[in-house]
């Protein structure tokens, strides 16, 4: 049996739950990881947003929290039923130190938060290439997976202190690719960027 919900998406909704969103967003800096996970659960037609994010066609399927082969917890799965494609999504904490920290005053580390939401992303596939066929996790998605794609959501826009810390996060999110897919990396702001621009083209479209 399928562990998703199904959800038919509603633009009227999307855009209601965005722009609480963002009013609540406006009222902190600073955020933890369960804060601001349960801001997102609780919108799940403004999740849906990510899809086209992701390259995926509207989502009709979604799950928050997955399990993946009793292992690995998926913080937010959209898909498609049609096409079998999916989006995983790991949420990270959205603090100063989220992407990078410490090091030197002239070149800071990668931070543990952000690398520990690549580290989801990369056992995340490894389950898929590692059991293509099992029964279990095919089971769980209701049906074959087609493709996946795979974004981490970590930090905010001004934890990133100069250029050289932008260049670098912009490099990595266009860059990396796992399983010859594009692991997206974007920070809180650019996923309410993202959103307000799938929500427009979606507009025109209704």
Known sequence: MSAFDSIKFNLKLADAELTSFKAWFSTITFVGETAIVAEIKARPHMACLLASTLGLEAPDMIKFELALKGMFRTDLVLGNNGTRRFGLIEFEDAMENSIFKKGTPQYRYWAPRIEHGFSQVIDWAWVRADHPSDKTLLAGFGGPINASTYAVICGRDASLRDAVERDRFTHRR?????????????????????????????????
């Not at 997206?184 to 959103?195: A, H, R």
């Open 174 to 206: 266009d860059h990396l690719k796992v399983g010859g897919q594009t692991a997206l990396v974007l920070t809180y702001d650019e996923m309410v960027q993202y959103m307000e621009d799938n929500l427009a083209v979606a507009k025109t479209w209704s």
